[in-house]
């Protein structure tokens, strides 16, 4: 029998058809619930209309325009049974992009969201709609670009109101493989056109098998707060593992008030984030304490303290910290023991003053939040150790489907993205090509059936990346604990090379830096040159607060005169310096720009927040240009 994701979906429907698959709001109104029999009822209606009326057959391409919503999963799945190859991206990506996509993907067809980025692309190329076979808009359109068009334009509720073809689409989804290749993912282009990841049905399925129940317990009544990017593989592979394990769905928003509130209606027990999520939450609560009484800064001080020493002393009693040196054992059972018990009555009753109120917020039930797309800063890591709040952190990237390794959620081991699966493949390699021991800092390499079949129509891409024995290079810096645990140190492209030839990793410069109050985002810039400089976008509410506590400018003052004001910078340049005094003269920034404007998704941040660093240094480079002195 076939073992694909359209099947595995059929057997979860048929063993649980009342239980709930997806929780969703209707505008203001409460959460609605579809069963898996309700949802199974969609898909197979969209899946019959693709094919029937659509014309798509089994390894036809299909370009899906849309955000993380309970439809999306509909027109996914509904491929997934007839054998389409789904090709996603969100809706905010530059119209030029999604072109090239459809283009290039050699697409028969394109659903999509909204029907104003249907009508900028229409306008891009005007002989788009006629190109393609078909046209789904998910969203009703509001004009006549639906009836100019509709020989070939369908509408989403139309296509659900077509006769399942269920015998029909059974025996489809039985033919399927689990070698088929079930998507194709784009990755965000930076410096050149995006890549077309292909991915087959058993690297997803292989994660199911592997994440569930062991390493993360997803039981059939859990339920997950879905709120990232779906077309992203990250949170597409959650939803899988989610869907497919029995559990539900529920669909959020990153935004914090939005989260919390749908985290206390739905009661979820897992959400998926990624650290910007974990930093924004914890910036917020510590920009309210700073606010309050002396007596209360002391004691929230105090608890976080106490908190990351009595978990580190736990970890370390247990024999669960990260090993990327030799420990002794033994004398770390006998000190931190002592150490812990010793901090227990302390540890609780600041635990109950601070804590407890900040746990409230997620919910009776949460277990995890389960963080992706990019590492963990360790204070934040650290934060929330000490608030006992949990962070399943993992690793992997697009073309392995992606999760490589992450935390075990009853055996975690902090400052690390837990170890690679078994199953599969790994090795630490040097410039050389040598493999090398626990330790030492190298590129990670990987092989097994989740690494991607490689990229479409780019054989010189592939083979850069991918051995013909089928050994893929991550890129990624790492280094490796003597119990496997996996430490990621940041992309080999991003590595900085200063003139003297000393390397810097940029993450760690940045990680410690975005732990000011004052800082909100830095990017650090070095390459070739004698020594780092940053563009730093800082906390504006901080900083404003900074101003009139210390009567410098008045509240209404505007941003530009804020960032203009030369004690403001002076504080700034002081807390950089602070914190980079524990790093070598090399990884130490030299000079820096205010930035009046925040980085944006689609523009300077891709779609898991990470820093388009080639983007932001073409933009910002007179800037840069005037802080090197050149």
């Not at 788009?128 to 670009?145: G, K, M």
């Not at 139309?158 to 399927?176: F, K, S, V, Y």
């Not at 949990?390 to 697009?398: D, F, N």
């Not at 000393?502 to 760690?508: F, G, H, L």
């Amino acid at each position: 029998m076939s073992d694909t994701i359209a099947q595995r979906f059929l057997n979860i429907v048929d063993a649980n058809p009342t239980a709930p698959a997806q929780l969703y709001r209707n505008k203001d109104d409460p959460f609605s619930t579809r069963t898996f029999a309700e949802l199974q009822n969609l898909v197979f209606s969209f899946s019959s209309f693709l094919q029937d009326v659509c014309t798509m057959k089994r390894g036809d391409h299909v370009t899906l325009i849309c955000d993380n919503r309970p439809e999306w999963l509909v027109c996914d799945l509904a491929m997934q049974c007839a054998g389409i190859i789904d090709v996603p991206r969100g809706s905010d990506t530059e119209i030029s992009e999604i072109l090239f996509i459809i283009e290039h993907s050699d697409a028969k067809g394109l659903i999509i969201e909204k029907e104003e980025i249907l009508a900028k692309l229409v306008k891009a190329k005007p002989n788009l709609i006629p190109s393609l076979s078909f046209v789904i808009l998910i969203d009703a359109p509001q004009n006549s670009l639906h009836e100019k068009h509709i020989k070939n334009t369908y509408t989403y509720s139309e296509a659900l109101t077509h006769a399942p073809q269920n015998d029909m689409l059974r025996a489809t989804i039985a033919q399927g493989r689990e070698d088929d290749i079930a998507t194709i993912i784009y990755t965000s282009g930076t410096t050149q056109n995006p890549k077309g990841v292909l991915l087959s049905n058993k690297g997803f399925i292989f994660q199911i098998d592997t994440i569930v129940p062991t390493i993360i317990p997803i039981e059939p009544t859990h339920t997950l707060l879905s709120m990232l990017p779906v077309w992203h593989v990250y949170e597409r592979a959650v939803q899988y593992i989610v869907l497919l394990s029995g559990a539900s769905l529920a669909y959020s928003k990153p935004i914090g008030k939005i989260l919390l509130k749908d985290l206390a209606d739905t009661q979820a027990e897992w959400m998926t984030s990624v650290p910007r999520i974990w930093e924004g939450v914890y910036k917020a609560v510590t920009a309210k304490v700073k606010q309050s009484s002396p007596i209360r800064r002391g004691i929230f001080t105090a608890a976080v303290n106490v908190g990351i020493a009595s978990e580190y002393s736990r970890y370390a009693m247990l024999g669960q910290l990260p090993a990327y040196k030799k420990r002794n054992r033994i004398c770390d059972t006998l000190v931190f023991s002592i150490a812990y018990v010793l901090m227990l009555p302390l540890r609780f009753l600041l635990d109950t003053l601070v804590f407890k109120k900040i746990r409230a917020l997620l919910g009776k039930g949460f277990k995890a939040g389960i963080s992706g797309g990019g590492a963990l800063p360790p204070h934040i890591d650290w934060f929330y150790q000490a608030a006992k709040i949990k962070i399943v952190e993992g690793y992997g990237l697009t073309e392995t489907s992606p999760v490589l390794s992450v935390r075990n959620y009853k055996y975690p081991v902090p400052n690390s993205v837990g170890t690679i699966f078994n199953g599969i493949e790994y090795k630490v390699i040097d410039d050389e090509n040598r493999t090398l021991p626990p330790g030492n800092k190298g590129v990670l390499v990987v092989r097994g059936v989740q690494v991607m079949k490689g990229y479409y129509k780019n054989e010189e891409g592939t083979n850069e990346v991918l051995s013909p024995d089928g050994w893929l290079n991550t890129g990624d810096k790492v280094v490796v604990g003597t119990k496997g645990e996996i430490k990621i140190l940041g992309r080999k492209k991003a590595t900085i090379v200063l003139l003297s030839g000393e390397n810097v990793e940029p993450e760690i410069v940045e990680s410690e830096l975005v732990a000011s109050d004052y800082i909100n985002a830095a990017v650090v810039f070095g390459q070739d040159k004698k020594f780092l400089v940053a563009l730093i976008y800082p906390d504006l509410d901080a900083v404003r607060q900074y101003c009139v506590s210390n009567s410098l400018l008045p509240e209404n003052t505007s941003t530009a005169d804020i960032l203009s004001e030369q004690k403001v910078r002076s504080r700034i340049k002081q807390d950089i310096h602070t914190r980079l005094l524990k790093f070598p003269v090399s990884h130490r920034v030299k000079d820096f720009s205010l930035l009046s404007d925040a980085f944006e998704v689609g523009k300077e941040l891709t779609q898991t927040l990470k820093y388009k660093r080639h983007y932001i240094e073409e933009k910002y480079k007179d800037m840069l240009t005037k802080l090197y002195g050149n």
